[in-house]
């Protein structure tokens, strides 16, 4: 108790502390915001609850770090790397001519499959982690074309038109299979990229930015600028936000809402390997650190509802922030447990809502 | 009861007497796949039978180790110091101390677990559909973080009980029959209340609520009182399964969401939702699916059991019970063509109804 | 004695004003019809009485108890019934599970449902099965039914309930022409056997000739004449609402 009422006297007493917190809440709240308008998307359009969504956040640092380790990228390069192989591993090729190519090419694809997977095995007893890697991705890669081309095909695609518990259920097991085999590929250890440049100091170094963040938040607005720009006017944006409101009325205006999804599942796959591969540079990545990620999502989206992205990216900064001061003023143990009971008071508040309109939430 | 039936509830309950004795080796796994089936069966009463599922039914099990625990040790020393101690100090338990606690606890356990759920489901229960299962599963995330920071039940930490008083397979053959006993009551509460009115009314929730409401059900009666005793039995197997472990932290033992949290789902998916024995022959299967990985592929232990969840999920389900009830209805007494009605018959599907 | 009264209830969806200022009155006992061409508002008006959105204004009160910002299963407790334009039973369930879940359970105590059913309850079932002509069907998944035999199945359940007054909403749609007399003979019967109030939105008007005591005509969303059948018939009014001369 006396820890906290000095905490929060701390903040009274010196106002610039607030400005600090709200600019480290702003800073995380907007990766937040990006992994939160990739699980309204989904949500929105395919009627699919991901709780993989942090996983893909994860998925995406660790390929951005892999790269930057093995193969010498740079690291802001690897935000675009991140956002394809994310894309790639999500369902991007699904329908394309390459992904009927591979279904065509079912013999070498195998054969492939089984060189690669061989490669995998002798360089993991042979101790190259370099090696054994690229086996397992090249195995990993010709499998997922031969079998339909990315997680959409495999699971998402046979969730969409199921009870809602199903996708939660089913991205819940995904979740976990994506855990577990990005620790055994990469190790439980936290991983990070260091960009090396400076930090800002401001108010006689109260305030102290890194320039790296600063990049950081700025990438991520420049993908989230892209990606609304992308929505509002390509063809496939529109065939998006058709899809959204009546599939099967766009099915009818001969929109094929199958790639569609594809398309849109991919896209969020993407959109989270992006923030993964910023969030690498900024903080740090493990293996299980998935889940966080996907709560976030999930108090985000519950909090500003479908369909509205300046509501996710308002509550994305919000939660950024709530949760910055709750650690500041608790303790940093409470930083989970702040977001999860934002989540709660949120669906509270929304019941009490609908009660008054003689409603229930669902 | 016909001839037969009696037959095979007595043999299975000499099997369950027999089998700690039969296979001494595995008493704790034998102990561990009753943990599963009471965990799967008491899900299987909001998911399965009223369509409410949750995610967090885990909290209750985690509860229910804290409440036992902190219950048994309450009985002879103030809790703070001895959490406080976390284990290092000398905290005897005599034979009747450990004994007492391990029953006032376990009960009580339970008691505290279904008056929390009247508390969180008066909640909880107005969301429905992914809503329920997104707001319970918060609700445990947060239980299990909250207690991580609470200092007077040893935090991050977490608890130390007294070992069993007597040998070592003495105490397992305890647990087991102490999870045992709860199982096989669970198991006929729950083939009584299945066939009631209130079984009845729970499945119309389940088939269609806002018919169910419309029709004057106490919709929300009826779901606070089936995820209470769903409640009751969790904490109370939560608690034998303290004294089970000994020692147990926060999150990874007892609030592990996505471990046995997400099992239990699985368990009762795999079996097949909304019948009676789908949970336990769901919680068979996944025990031995996970004993096997566990033994066989160490390491991938978790990618194969994420690949079981998806797996069933999308393609199976229905469980194993579901895909009975399809190819053969007559087993379950379902009339499919009307020319085969005669009156027992009628007697009997409606007095099966419930299931 | 009237047993609902709305009064100047007023409800609109946006800028469409579904009603507007409607009073109505269902007598204790009757049978009182609600007519009006599509888009009249009858359904909305419905909708209010028995707790699904809220009403902007007015008061709707049931035995002189305000129920205007009451919950779909509060206002159920009362008695006041409802069935669906679009039939809702419990597809997965055979026909007298269907009706034996329909046990009025707003008069029973925890204790009471913690019971089975009894013989009685079950020969009660299967008697009003026979009384809407569903006996043979019994044992079929109701699933499995017509759209007709689902309505006349929705209607035992409701009668399985004993309401004190029962809202239907067009009873008579996607029943086969038929059977339409024997129906209105099963309401008919419903209202004097049982005595169950019945306040009935119908399309077909010789159905609802043939049946109500007192009609209620919406068009636009207000209340355009209200009167007996032979009233109704001759207004020249509702002929023009239903003309389509407005």
């Known amino acids: 108790m006396d820890q906290i009422a000095s905490n929060i006297g701390l903040l009274i007493d010196y106002p610039v502390v607030n400005l600090k917190i709200i600019i480290d809440g702003v800073m995380i709240g907007a990766l937040f915001a990006l992994a939160a308008y990739g699980l309204a998307l989904v949500w929105g359009v395919m009627n699919v609850k991901n709780l993989a969504q942090g996983d893909f956040v994860i998925g995406g640092g660790y390929v951005s770090w892999w790269l930057v380790k093995n193969v010498g990228l740079h690291p802001l390069l690897g935000v675009p790397a991140a956002f394809v192989v994310m894309a790639l591993l999500g369902g991007a090729l699904h329908g394309t001519p390459v992904h009927q190519w591979a279904r065509s090419q079912k013999k070498p694809m195998i054969i492939v499959s089984l060189v690669t997977g061989f490669v995998f095995i002798v360089a993991t007893y042979l101790g190259d982690s370099a090696g054994s890697i690229a086996g397992y991705a090249g195995m990993v890669l010709t499998i997922l074309l031969i079998i339909n081309g990315g997680i959409y095909n495999l699971v998402i695609s046979r969730v969409i038109e199921r009870d809602l518990f199903t996708s939660l259920l089913a991205t819940f097991g995904l979740a976990i299979m994506g855990a577990q085999i990005m620790n055994l590929l990469f190790g439980s250890d936290t991983q990070s990229l260091d960009l090396g440049y400076d930090t800002l100091y401001f108010a006689d170094g109260l305030i102290d930015i890194p320039i790296a963040k600063l990049i950081g938040v700025i990438m991520a607005a420049a993908l989230a600028t892209v990606v609304i720009i992308f929505m509002k006017r390509s063809r496939m944006g529109q065939a998006i936000r058709a899809t959204a409101q009546d599939a099967r009325a766009a099915r009818v205006l001969g929109i094929d809402t199958e790639k569609v999804y594809a398309f849109t599942f991919s896209l969020n796959a993407a959109i989270c390997g992006a923030a993964g591969a910023i969030i690498v540079m900024v903080w740090v990545i493990q293996p299980f650190y998935g889940i966080t990620y996907s709560v976030r999502a999930f108090v985000i989206v519950t909090a500003a509802g479908l369909g509205n992205l300046p509501g996710v990216i308002a509550a994305g900064l919000g939660i950024g922030a709530a949760e910055q001061y709750g650690s500041h003023v608790f303790g940093i143990g409470y930083q989970q447990a702040i977001a999860v009971m934002l989540l709660l008071a949120v669906l509270v508040f929304r019941l009490m809502q609908q009660k008054r309109n003689r409603q229930v939430l669902q | 009861m016909s001839v037969q039936k009696t037959g095979l509830y007595a043999a299975l309950l000499i099997f369950i007497v027999a089998s700690p004795f039969v296979f001494p080796t595995f008493g704790v796994q034998l102990g561990t796949l009753w943990l599963m089936i009471i965990v799967a069966m008491t899900w299987d009463m909001t998911g399965g039978q009223m369509g409410y599922n949750s995610l967090g039914n885990i909290f209750f099990y985690g509860t229910g180790m804290y409440v036992a625990a902190l219950i048994s040790i309450a009985l002879v020393y103030d809790v703070g110091e001895y959490t406080g101690a976390s284990g290092g100090g000398r905290y005897d338990f005599t034979d009747a101390q450990y004994f007492t606690g391990f029953v006032l606890g376990t009960i009580g356990a339970g008691i505290f677990c279904a008056l929390s759920a009247f508390v969180i489901g008066y909640v909880t229960f107005g969301l429905r559909g992914p809503y329920f299962a997104i707001g319970t599963l918060g609700v445990a995330i947060a239980a299990g973080e909250l207690v991580s920071n609470w200092d007077w039940v040893g935090g991050g930490q977490g608890i130390t009980l007294p070992v069993y008083p007597g040998d070592l397979d003495e105490g397992k053959i305890f647990i087991y029959f102490a999870y045992a006993i709860t199982g096989v009551l669970l198991f006929i509460f729950l083939n009584w209340l299945y066939k009631t009115r209130f079984g009845a009314a729970i499945n119309a929730i389940r088939d269609d609520e806002e018919k169910a409401e419309a029709m004057g059900v106490h919709t929300m009666r009826y779901k606070l009182v089936t995820w209470a005793m769903s409640a009751f039995f969790i904490g109370v197997a939560g608690g034998i399964s303290a004294f089970q472990l000994i020692s147990f932290e926060p999150l990874e033992s007892a609030y592990q969401t996505i471990n046995l949290g997400i099992f239990m789902v699985v368990c009762v998916l795999l079996g097949g939702k909304g019948t009676l024995w789908g949970p336990i022959i769901g919680a068979i299967l996944f025990q031995i699916f996970k004993e096997v990985t566990w033994n066989y592929f160490l390491g991938w232990q978790w990618v194969a059991l994420g690949a079981l969840i998806v797996v069933t999920v999308v393609y199976f389900q229905d469980g194993l019970m579901g895909w009975l009830r399809t190819t053969r209805p007559e087993w379950f007494g379902l009339t499919v063509d009307e020319r085969d009605d005669d009156a027992p018959q009628t007697a009997a599907a409606a007095g099966e109804g419930a299931k | ?246």
Not at chain 3, 27 to 46: D, R
Not at chain 3, 81 to 109: D, W
Not at chain 3, 123 to 130: K, S
């Open chain 3, 1 to 246: 004695m009237s047993i609902i009264d709305v009064s100047n209830v007023s409800k609109s969806y946006g800028g469409v004003k579904a009603n507007s200022d409607v009073s109505i009155s269902v007598e204790k006992g009757g049978i009182t019809g609600l007519i009006g061409p599509n888009g009249s508002g009858k359904t909305t008006l419905f909708n209010s009485i028995v707790g699904y959105h809220p009403i902007d204004s007015g008061s709707i009160k049931y035995e002189g108890q305000e129920i205007s910002q009451m919950q779909v299963p509060e206002i159920a407790r009362l008695g006041l019934l409802r069935t669906f334009q679009q039939t809702r039973i419990y597809g997965a369930m055979n026909c007298v599970e269907n009706m034996l879940i329909s046990l009025p359970h707003r008069k029973m105590s925890l204790l009471d449902t913690l019971k089975r059913n009894t013989a009685e309850d079950r020969e009660r079932a299967e008697h009003l099965l026979e009384f809407v002509g569903l006996y043979e069907k019994r044992n079929l998944r109701s699933g499995s039914l017509s759209f007709g035999q689902q309505k006349l199945l929705e209607f035992a359940m409701a009668l399985m309930n004993e309401p004190t007054v029962l809202l239907l909403d067009e009873p008579t749609a996607g029943i086969n022409p038929t059977l339409i007399n024997g129906l209105i003979d099963r309401l008919k019967r419903a209202n004097s056997e049982f005595g169950i109030t019945l306040f009935i939105i119908e399309h077909n008007m010789r159905v609802i000739m043939n049946m109500a005591d007192t009609i209620y005509c919406l068009a636009h969303g207000e209340l355009l004449a209200a009167g007996s059948s032979e009233e109704i018939q001759n207004d020249q009014r509702v002929i023009d609402a239903y003309l389509g001369a407005h």
